[in-house]
């Protein structure tokens, strides 16, 4: 758990916080369990989100038909991207339009831990909304931060508290190449405040059993597809603003 310089976190002790990968399994699940543990961020504090006045507002879903167009396989991508097995994701996680009243500018993303959305501001009272996993207990917090850099196909380091607690991790020391494996996926919005990356991150994942999920140290997930989305609509400097759970 991060509770340093303002960071809102849940109140659990730093030996819950400090779970990473279960012993001698390494899969990406259990790597965005871990990859955030122990590590030191810019202050993300809270004030003022209260008063925000979002609210989402959602409609019938879309039928599976329709939604299985958003969610085909991409094999244009450097690592051709699968079709998300659509049976395994709830309807009300499916990528639509929605009314969201929102006073922030169009393109402000907005996360709802609380309810597992990711909402894009369109503007006029919309917004695109996505399904996302989003921060396990002991690692949600909450405040305004924006996206200082992004990457396609990123690179991964595990931090070097998960390899001192979980040596199998330190085969990917120098790094694990991108790849439909790595943590990150397809593509990732870094998020940084006042100048500094918060070791936060806006990242993509194939498994939709993911969403609607707390999972991650304080990290927030959108399906591969999803995140091409808004990942093409999301400049450098974007404002993101964590609601608290």
Excluded at 71 to 77: G, I, L, R
Excluded at 80 to 87: Q, S, T
Excluded at 136 to 164: I, N
Aim: with cysteine.
């Amino acid at each position: 758990m991060i509770m340093d310089d303002g960071i809102a976190g849940s109140g659990e002790g730093n030996a819950q916080a400090l779970r990473g990968l279960a012993p001698g399994r390494l899969n990406r699940r259990s790597f965005l369990a871990g990859s955030g543990a122990g590590l030191g961020a810019a202050g993300l504090g809270a004030a003022g989100l209260g008063a925000a006045g979002l609210a989402g507002c959602s409609s019938d879903d879309m039928g599976r038909a329709e939604a299985a167009k958003f969610y085909a396989a991409v094999p244009s991508e450097k690592y051709p991207i699968p079709a998300v097995d659509i049976g395994k994701l709830h309807p009300k996680y499916f990528r639509k339009t929605v009314r969201y009243e929102s006073k922030e500018a169009p393109g402000t993303i907005i996360v709802d831990p609380a309810n597992y959305y990711v909402y894009r501001v369109e503007g006029d009272g919309n917004a695109t909304r996505y399904g996302a996993n989003v921060s396990r207990t002991g690692f949600l917090w909450s405040g305004e931060v924006y996206v200082g850099r992004k990457a396609e196909w990123p690179t991964w380091t595990p931090p070097k508290e998960m390899m001192a607690r979980q040596p199998e991790a330190r085969k990917y020391a120098g790094g694990m190449p991108g790849g439909l494996e790595n943590p990150l996926g397809a593509r990732v919005l870094y998020l940084y405040k006042n100048g500094a990356y918060t070791v936060y991150t806006i990242y993509s994942t194939c498994d939709p059993e993911t969403i609607g999920q707390g999972i991650t140290s304080g990290c927030t997930g959108l399906l591969s597809q999803d995140m091409l989305d808004l990942y093409s609509r999301t400049p450098v400097k974007t404002k993101v603003i964590m609601l608290p759970a």
